[in-house]
């Protein structure tokens, strides 16, 4: 089945370092990624995503990109902030498996000033 | 605000109880998952619906039951409940069946 993988946690950064939070996946179709975003105490939202090979996702100046060679879709951001602190989830959807969603871990990221 | 609401943002109940949980999804939103979110085991897929119809399968239980109805809200039931269904209960919905998803706040069931 589909399996999602992510960079185990917890991650604890300084202020303005750059983050890069590994995710590879198992896909038995040609699934869409998603990076989804969990702040304390709140459901998870959309942080982006990429539904086809070399696609980047963007947003809030994070950055993943779609690779179908190497399975992954790894999340960075060139200058963290504070209030990056969050829980951050790898998931896939698999067009061929009906939408079947599946998501990775979870990653806890804490930016220290 | 995602636009999708959950009923009731907490629930406590004893063990061997039943409990529903319900999910309003974004206007316009076909589908509605469900997920549990426990410290022990991460966020775990539950169940989808699409415009009534159960479309995908996770890890859900068979002492829980879920549907959506014709106005498409959704409700997932827990039944004869044990001390280790203590989670954060997520609803999400979407446009179709692969798009993003918007996730409601969650209902948190503590079972005593």
């Known amino acids: 089945g589909d399996s999602v993988t992510q960079m185990e946690g917890p991650v604890t950064l300084s202020e303005e370092a750059f983050l890069t939070i590994n995710c590879t996946y198992t896909?038995?179709?040609?699934?869409?990624l998603f990076w989804y975003v969990q702040y304390p105490g709140e459901g998870l939202q959309l942080l982006l995503k990429a539904t086809k090979a070399d696609d980047k996702g963007s947003n809030k100046g994070f950055e993943a990109t779609y690779r179908k060679e190497t399975t992954s879709f790894h999340l960075e951001k060139g200058s963290v902030q504070v209030s990056d602190s969050a829980v951050y989830f790898c998931?896939?959807?698999?067009?061929?498996?009906?939408?079947?969603?599946?998501f990775g871990d979870g990653t806890t990221l804490t930016v220290k000033p | 605000d995602s636009g999708v609401t959950q009923t009731p943002k907490h629930l406590i109940t004893a063990t061997g109880q039943r409990v529903t949980l319900r999910c309003s999804p974004r206007?316009?939103?076909?589908?509605v998952y469900w997920y549990q979110q426990s410290l022990d085991q991460g966020l775990q897929f539950l169940i989808q619906y699409y415009n009534g119809e159960e479309r995908a399968k996770g890890n859900i239980l068979e002492r829980f039951s879920a549907q959506q109805f014709p106005d498409l809200h959704s409700e997932l039931n827990l039944s004869s409940l044990e001390l280790g269904d203590s989670a954060l209960y997520f609803c999400?919905?979407?446009?179709?069946?692969?798009?993003?998803?918007?996730f409601g706040p969650g209902t948190r069931l503590t079972v005593l």
């Open positions: 896909a038995t179709g040609y699934p869409s």
């Open positions: 206007s316009g939103d076909l589908s």
């Open positions: 999400a919905s979407s446009r179709g069946g692969t798009d993003t998803q918007y």
């Open positions: 998931a896939l959807s698999d067009r061929t498996n009906a939408g079947k969603s599946t």
